[in-house]
Antibody, heavy 121, light 107 residues
Framework: QVQLVESGGGVVQPGRSLRLSCAAS????????MHWVRQAPGKGLDWVAV????????YYADSVKGRFTVSRDNSKNILYLQMNSLGSEDTAVYYC??????????????WGQGTLVTVSS | DIQMTQSPSSVSASVGDRVIITCRAS??????LAWYQQKPGKAPKLLID???RLQSGVPSRFSGSGSGTDFTLTISSLQPEDFATYYC?????????FGQGTKLEIK
């Protein structure tokens, strides 16, 4: 079965960097686009970024553009999110999510358990 | 960016009730809409994609409809395990956007 396991969260000071990882298993990772979605404490869901199956195409939310970078290693089945210049507004649980289909971005069919990032001095 | 507006923001209902949640897109999104259920402390779960396609394993009391700008999620007969927060999400274009959520509470 599909399994997504995020790691790398923690407490970080404002202005610093953090890299999240998402280890994937149970499906052919290299065939699917992957997303990062976040949820601030007590708030709704907020889409962050997407990377195509072959890593050639990425899109970002305006709120993270220029600060966050999504990447993937298809040989290791791992998705990454490099987060720079972190601010308090980035405090959230970060989820990785797998696309519903191979062909087009439609929905998030499978989610990891999430990893909490807290930006605080 | 496409804005997604859900209503109501919260609703109280009883076991056995029929509940309808609506989601409106700020511009047409064809049928590129999904619905998710989220329980406290858990990751969201995909219920419906393509506006009306029920995911495998999701009870048939859940149904989705709509296209263009107006969509609904209907729960025909609420069960105790259905009390959760529900989100719609558009996949017509990037950035993907979610509705603000509808919290379904026990009356």
């Amino acid at each position: 079965q599909v399994q997504l396991v995020e790691s790398g969260g923690g407490v970080v000071q404002p202005g610093r960097s953090l890299r999240l990882s998402c280890a994937a298993s149970g499906f052919t990772f290299k065939n699917y686009g992957m997303h990062w979605v976040r949820q601030a404490p007590g708030k709704g869901l907020d889409w962050v970024a997407v990377i195509s199956y072959d890593a050639k195409v990425t899109y970002y939310a305006d709120s993270v553009k220029g600060r966050f970078t999504v990447s993937r290693d298809n040989s290791k089945n791992i998705l990454y999110l490099q987060m720079n210049s972190l601010g308090s507004e980035d405090t959230a649980v970060y989820y990785c999510a797998k696309e519903g289909t191979e062909k087009r971005s439609t929905c998030y069919a499978n989610w990891g358990q999430g990893t909490l990032v807290t930006v605080s001095s | 960016d496409i804005q997604m507006t859900q209503s109501p923001s919260s609703v109280s209902a009883s076991v056995g009730d029929r509940v309808i949640i609506t989601c409106r897109a700020s511009q047409g999104i064809s049928s590129w809409l999904a619905w998710y259920q989220q329980k406290p402390g858990k990751a969201p779960k995909l219920l419906i994609d393509a506006a009306s396609r029920l995911q495998s394993g999701v009870p048939s009391r859940f149904s989705g409809s709509g296209s263009g700008t107006d969509f609904t999620l209907t729960i025909s007969s609420l069960q105790p395990e259905d009390f959760a927060t529900y989100y719609c999400q558009q996949a017509n274009s990037f950035p993907h956007t979610f509705g603000q959520g509808t919290k379904l509470e026990i009356k």
